[in-house]
């Protein structure tokens, strides 16, 4: 069953906000084979971008059900944060909401967009993004940001029901800190370090990994 609560109006008061938090933004999958399915990571933002972030292609449905429903992907923001050469690392914990992804070892942060998300009725993708570094970590260093990749993985059943923004936070400073219980062993790894470690990260880190160079020379 997909809610289309993107059709209600700015202001619209509902009760029951444990119901509303089981809800999160998916689009349909055929959007992707419409446009030109890939496998692993994109670096063509322009051609995927506008299609994938109109609010016109998006909709909400009950987690429970996004989560085993290849005919839709769920939307996930994915930062990695950059110092100098290094990238912020950690390993997802126990009380991580994705059970699928326990201890493994992970560059990114991010995660769904629920319906309750601020400013949902505006710039939804955004407010997410900006949500969920909030809610997972403390940054205490100004950072700029940029857009620089796609990710979708269909090699297994987490990602066939996922589709990643990749966004870079470049930090002036590495000051990070774990707000979330389930990010631990949290560091800054050098890019040669990463590759070596490459087989004890989940598979999106991996991708990016595969891709780190060109993640870093992108601009977006």
């Not at 994938?52 to 939307?75: G, V, W």
């Not at 994705?98 to 009725?121: A, C, M, Q, W």
């Not at 940054?139 to 066939?160: C, F, H, M, W």
Request: charged share 30%; net charge positive.
């Amino acid at each position: 069953m997909t809610v289309a609560f993107k059709n209600l109006k700015k202001g619209t008061i509902v009760q029951d906000e444990k119901y509303l938090e089981e809800y999160i933004l998916v689009f349909p999958t055929r959007l992707l084979e419409q446009i030109g399915k890939f496998q692993g990571v994109s670096f063509e933002l322009d051609k995927y971008l506008d299609i994938i972030l109109n609010p016109k292609n998006h909709t909400f449905l009950k987690r429970k059900e996004a989560e085993t429903t290849p005919a839709c992907k769920q939307l996930i923001p994915y930062a990695l944060l950059q110092f100098k050469d290094t990238f912020f690392v950690y390993r997802r914990g126990k009380l991580l909401a994705e059970k699928r992804l326990f201890g493994n070892y992970s560059l990114g942060i991010g995660g769904h967009i629920s319906v309750t998300d601020p400013g949902l009725f505006s710039t939804t993708y955004e407010d997410g993004l900006k949500r969920e570094i909030n809610e997972e970590v403390i940054i205490e260093s100004p950072y700029t940001q940029r857009v620089v990749a796609l990710l979708n993985d269909d090699s297994n059943d987490v990602g066939k029901v996922h589709f990643g923004i990749v966004h870079v936070l470049t930090l002036e400073k590495p000051l990070v800190k774990p707000r979330e219980k389930s990010i631990n062993e949290t560091k800054f790894s050098d890019i040669n370090v990463l590759k070596k470690d490459i087989d004890k990260f989940e598979n999106w880190s991996k991708i990016c990994i595969q891709h780190i160079q060109h993640i870093v020379d992108k601009k977006s």
